[in-house]
């Protein structure tokens, strides 16, 4: 079973920066396609970038709403991945999740039921942008 831990939340102000990270259990990258969540209060869990398992970290699918302002990377000596957010707004706040998937992963992560495909998930940190 894979264990994921996300840390690096908190609380910054609009336009300030972030590094997520999730710590996998073992080595997982070239087994699992790896996706950050978000959820915020009152709204489903949407995806929000997916790094396939064969992929290169530039070759990631990103939310259109965060292009540009968040990057995934891969550290693999270290089983983890990382969520740089720069340019924070306010509707970025919510708890992200790290999730893996040995299936269909970032095929369907953009989708609405995104979520329900994932194999593995950490508990989540969360993140608040105050305006």
């Known amino acids: 079973e894979v264990q994921l831990v996300e840390s690096g939340g908190g609380l910054v102000q609009a336009g300030g920066s972030l590094r997520l990270s999730c710590v996998a259990s073992?080595?997982?990258?070239?087994?699992?396609?790896i996706a950050w969540f978000r959820q915020a209060p009152g709204k489903e869990r949407e995806g929000v970038v997916c790094?396939?398992?064969?992929?290169?970290?530039?070759?990631?699918w990103y939310r259109e709403s965060v292009k540009s302002r968040f990057t995934i990377s891969r550290d693999s000596a270290k089983n983890t991945v990382y969520l740089q957010m720069n340019g924070l707004k306010p509707e970025d706040t919510a708890v992200y999740f790290c999730?893996?998937?040995?299936?269909?992963?970032?095929?369907?992560?953009?989708?609405?039921?995104?979520?329900?495909?994932?194999?593995?998930w950490g508990k989540g940190t969360p993140v608040t942008v105050s305006s």
């Open positions: 999730a893996a998937d040995a299936g269909l992963g970032c095929r369907v992560v953009p989708g609405v039921m995104g979520a329900s495909h994932m194999d593995y």
């Open positions: 073992g080595s997982i990258f070239h087994d699992y396609d």
């Open positions: 790094i396939e398992r064969y992929g290169a970290d530039d070759s990631a």
